[in-house]
């Protein structure tokens, strides 16, 4: 007879740090990972890190930069595999600051792609720059 304590599920383990920000969808792929945090700009638990193998341990908190963006994440779970978007969310808990809000008082161009002639001169206009005279 097995007892119940034999059927719990066994305490999560370490991780590396790689292979966990990969299966987090923090990086498209595992080499773009590794390159991340041998970069030497990652922090696991106001700890630089520099190897990629280092060990990830449920509760340990990482900050990175992702992009423009700051990212500080808590580990709430190691993961076994990279799975959708949804199941990947469940692997951590955001701590990052809200990203501010984006600056309206610069012109930009209008999405859509290329300028057009008209949209060119207003910019050139706006430079400072006269073509016609």
Known sequence: ?????????????????DKWLWHARFFKSRSLAAQAVGSGRMRLNSQPVAKPAAQLRPGDVLT????????????VAP???????????????????????PDLSRPRAASGGRPQGRDRRA???LRGRDLQG
Do not use: H, N
Request: no cysteine; glycine share 8%.
């Open 64 to 75: 990175f930069m992702q992009g423009e963006r700051v990212r500080v994440v808590r580990m």
């Open 1 to 17: 007879m097995v007892a119940a304590a034999d059927l719990a599920a066994p305490e999560p383990g370490p991780i590396r740090l």
């Open 123 to 125: 910019l050139d206009a």
């Open 79 to 101: 993961g076994t595999r990279r799975g959708p978007a949804p199941e990947a969310r469940a692997l951590y808990e955001d701590l990052s600051p809200a990203p501010p809000p």
